[in-house]
Nanobody, 122 residues
Framework: QVQLVESGGGSVQAGGSLRLSCAAS????????MGWFRQAPGKEREKVAH????????YYEGFVNGRFTISRDNAKRTLYLQMDNLKPDDSAMYYC???????????????WGQGTQVTVSS
């Protein structure tokens, strides 16, 4: 079971940027789907984005609307989420997750980090 550790969260004003990182304890092949999820107080956890495949195919939820970029550096065993033009609605605990294969359905993500808090003030 891979261990995932997030970092990079913090407090920013609306319109600001943050870069989240997720360090994996083992090498993660490109074929293994990795993603970012978030959960705000009183709300269900939702996917933000995922990345998979040799060419780094990406998927973003609609609310991202071009503001976030997911990427990975397999040599560094690190997943990233660059978040720009942040809004107060983006405030949440952000989690890194990985699947054991190449499919990226929410139920496929079986390895989870502890989360990093993002707070965006207006």
């Amino acid at each position: 079971q891979v261990q995932l550790v997030e970092s990079g969260g913090g407090s920013v004003q609306a319109g600001g940027s943050l870069r989240l990182s997720c360090a994996a304890s083992i090498y993660m092949a490109s074929s293994r789907c990795m993603g970012w999820f978030r959960q705000a107080p009183g709300k269900e956890r939702e996917k933000v984005a995922h990345i998979v495949g040799l060419f780094g195919d990406t998927y973003y939820e609609g609310f991202v609307n071009g503001r976030f970029t997911i990427s990975r550096d397999n040599a560094k065993r690190t997943l990233y989420l660059q978040m720009d033009n942040l809004k107060p609605d983006d405030s949440a605990m952000y989690y890194c997750a990985a699947t054991s294969g190449s499919t990226c359905l929410p139920e496929d993500f079986t390895s989870w980090g502890q989360g990093t808090q993002v707070t965006v003030s207006s």
